[in-house]
């Protein structure tokens, strides 16, 4: 990557490393696909660590700008495929 994640420096170490794991599922959806369980699991922990949606719409919307992937409708199409399918995204 030629990009940097967002992350908000008042994280924990932990936390950053949660959040980067988020976004990393969501490329991994975009280039080579991920079960829907594994993804669900990974954005419940970013949901502990970015619970507000106003948050969760400014972090994402930043990575989207630097990556072109979008984490909103990534977990839409998760939410959405039934439990043990694979999310690939175009």
Not at 59 to 79: D, L, Q
Request: aromatic share 14%; with cysteine; hydrophobic share 35%.
């Amino acid at each position: 990557m030629e990009y940097q994640y967002p992350i908000d420096y008042n994280w924990s170490t932990e936390e950053i490393v949660d959040v980067v794991k988020f976004f990393e599922a969501v490329e991994k959806a975009y280039e080579t696909g991920i079960d829907r369980d594994e993804i669900m699991k990974i954005y419940r922990r970013f949901k502990e660590i970015v619970p507000s949606m106003a948050e969760e719409k400014t972090v994402c919307g930043e990575f989207e700008e630097v990556s072109g992937y979008s984490s909103y409708r990534t977990i839409k199409k998760a939410k959405e495929a039934s439990e043990g399918a694979r999310i690939k995204m175009d």
